[in-house]
């Protein structure tokens, strides 16, 4: 299997193509696959390693191919034989000499011409033959510029400022680092996609156009704080960037990708935004102080350390009289004050200026207005290091005020002895009308007993001897003399609730209503009343007054029953806030807590539009046939609530009893 000659068969074409390769600096190669010879022309023998003398066989030909590249060279070269193929080779690899060391890089490009065989019919590859070329520099070249854009990336992926490198027009994103990826809330699964798809909500916004203009006019781009609207956690968050988009040239000096880089610079806006928002705010402050301070009637000034003044308002020159140009730099005395004013008021300032607390100052003085009152406020002023720099004066004219205070004080001594009068004069009243109760009691209760012991004595020595009418005449002035000694007794009840001071202590009102219920043993006993009793609080309270209310309550919840019924009565208790009282419940004290005591009855009722109506005197929903009673003692019972600074409240409905509530301070 050696090298043979093909050169007496060749036509001058071939010849002139051969000569046109090998000037080229590309040699030839052609392998006869049937008879495994091999031809390679000078320039072939020169790319393999070969002498022109050197006598090449199949065998020799692979030694020479680099053994890490066999392999694939092979592969190659059998699947161009293979006649599934279009038989077209093309390989680069590494050519070695025979001390096995690397020479050059070969580009191999071949064609492999295929017969039908005769012996079984079957389609093979019979010769292939192409060119060979040294690529030796391209691959360096190639490697030198992989090696630098490997080593570029690397350098956008360490550094800490966001960079991510786009290439071509369409904007495909190649590259990205971490810190970019953290700023546009992303992963590196949109590397080698368009960058209109991995953000579109920069669409309508300025990016995309200005990557287009810096791709088609090579000028960079360079935006301070300009504000982008990226998607953040599933929200539209407005965030603000310094950035540059900068061109990347190819060695043909064409414009191949853009490099982004970007630095987030929104919390500096933001506080920026807010050092200016409070700087127009302090702006606005200053004006609006300065206002009030140039118009307000008050007097403002300020002093230094020496107690010289350094500032006045306009009020402090209509006061003065002086213009204030003429007066700062000068001491209250230095202004020609009067000294039983101008000192005190400077020892005012020093005392400030000493503790670094603000007093109060006050002075009075003579002028042609009358005497002039001022109050002062002297508050210290602080330096950068704390320490007391000076005095700011806020002085009010206070002369109205003053001559307010006089005239006022001259009408409370006035009401206060009016007052006096009224209080003696009610005393003086009340004493009047406890003797008159006391007298008329006692001089109306005599003659009735006496009616009473005279009607006693007719019905027992005389009624045999009276008609009929004259015994139901009889009767009747009886029951009138009985009924007329109980409205003198529930009179005399009312005025000692309604005029005796009440004496107050801590009572038990569980005992009280014990005591009420000893009174009302009778009647309980003639009617057969059920009474049930909770746990009753104890309080602040008049005995005496407590219990006529409860007594009243009761004797009431007993009296009016429907007929031929047990009466059925329950009093409960409970403590309540004043916030939790009905708006229509209105204690005369002004206690936050009450015990609410509420007696209720299942008797006759009545309609709720009499229920204010039943506490007045004498007032009564029912005849004196059906219920007797003199219409007193609720009203006994409210003002004995009112006594103690709580209040009553009825409620009922006919024929289903009625709710006596009272509310006492707790």
């Known amino acids: ?291 009030l301070v140039e118009n307000t009637p008050d007097v403002i000034t300020r002093w230094d350390r020496q107690r010289r003044l350094i500032f006045a308002n306009k009020a402090f020159e209509t006061k003065t009289g002086v213009a204030n140009s003429t007066l700062l730099g000068k001491t209250n005395l230095e202004m020609d004050q009067p000294i039983e004013i101008a000192e005190p008021y400077m020892k005012s300032l020093q005392r400030v200026l000493n503790s670094g607390q603000p007093i109060d100052h006050y002075n009075h003085f003579p002028s042609v207005k009358g005497n002039m009152h001022y109050y002062s406020r002297l508050v210290p002023e602080f330096g950068p290091d704390g320490s007391v720099q000076g005095v700011l004066a806020i002085a009010r004219d206070i002369t109205d005020l003053k001559k307010m205070e006089a005239i006022l004080e001259e009408r409370v001594q006035q009401r206060t002895q009016e007052l006096l009068i009224a209080n003696q004069d009610l005393q003086r009243s009340n004493d009047s009308l406890q003797q008159f109760a006391y007298v008329a009691s006692h001089d109306l209760q005599e003659p009735l007993r006496k009616i009473q012991t005279f009607s006693s004595l007719l019905q027992q020595q005389y009624a045999d001897k009276l008609e009929e009418s004259g015994l139901d005449l009889l009767e009747r002035m009886s029951s009138a003399g009985e009924r007329m000694s109980k409205l003198v007794s529930d009179l005399l009840a009312y005025s000692q609730v309604s005029t005796r001071q009440p004496s107050f202590g801590i009572v038990s009102l569980h005992s009280i209503m014990n005591n009420v219920l000893t009174t009302l043993e009778q009647k309980i006993s003639e009617t057969k009343a059920q009474i049930e009793l909770e746990e009753l609080p104890k309080l602040k309270g008049d005995e005496l007054q407590l219990t006529q209310l409860f007594q009243n309550l009761l004797s009431n919840a007993i009296k009016y029953t429907i007929s031929n019924q047990i009466p059925v009565i329950r009093v409960t208790s409970q403590r309540i806030e004043r916030s939790q009282l009905d708006p229509q419940v209105k204690p005369t004290g002004n206690a936050l807590h009450f015990y609410q005591i509420c007696v209720h009855d299942q008797g006759i009722g009545f309609d709720n539009q009499y229920k204010d109506l039943i506490f007045q005197v004498f007032q009564r929903l029912h005849g004196k046939q059906e219920f007797v009673g003199t219409g007193v003692g609720l009203s006994i019972c409210k003002r004995v609530v009112e006594n103690h600074g709580g209040t009553i409240t009825a409620d009922g409905m006919p024929g289903q009893g009625a709710i006596f509530c009272v509310y006492l301070p707790a």
């Open 1 to 291: 299997m050696n090298a043979y000659q093909f050169s007496e068969n060749d036509s001058a074409e071939h010849k002139r193509l051969r000569f046109s390769l090998q000037a080229a600096g590309i040699g030839t190669w052609d392998i006869d696959l049937v008879q495994k010879n091999i031809y390679l022309d000078d320039r072939c023998k020169e790319l393999y390693g070969f002498s022109q003398e050197d006598k090449i066989d199949y065998e020799r030909f692979w030694q020479h191919i680099h053994p890490q590249d066999r392999s694939q060279v092979q592969e190659v070269f059998t699947k161009a034989m293979s006649p599934a193929t279009d038989g077209k080779y093309s390989i680069e690899f590494r050519i070695i000499d025979s001390s096995n060391r690397p020479l050059h890089w070969l580009h191999c490009q071949g064609q492999a011409y295929f017969t039908r065989s005769q012996a079984d019919g079957q389609v093979i590859a019979y010769r292939i033959s192409g060119i060979a070329q040294d690529i030796t520099e391209q691959v360096t070249t190639r490697q030198i510029r992989w090696d630098s854009e490997q080593y570029f990336r690397s350098l956008v992926q360490d550094t800490p400022v966001a960079t991510m490198i786009f290439r071509g027009r369409s904007q495909i994103v190649e590259t990205v680092n971490i810190p970019m990826l953290q700023i546009i809330s992303k992963d590196a699964s949109i590397i080698g996609k368009p960058f209109r798809e991995v953000m579109p909500e920069l669409e309508g916004q300025e990016f995309f156009d200005l990557l287009e203009k810096v791709y088609l006019t090579g000028k960079p781009v360079f935006r301070h704080e300009t504000p982008a609207i990226l998607l953040t956690d599933g929200i539209l968050t407005t965030r603000y960037f310094d950035f540059i988009y900068k061109p990347l040239y190819d060695p043909a000096g064409e414009i191949y990708g853009i490099i982004n880089v970007s630095v987030e610079v929104t919390d500096q806006m933001l506080i920026r935004q807010q050092i200016e928002e409070k700087k127009q705010l302090v702006e606005k402050s200053e004006i609006l102080f300065r206002s």
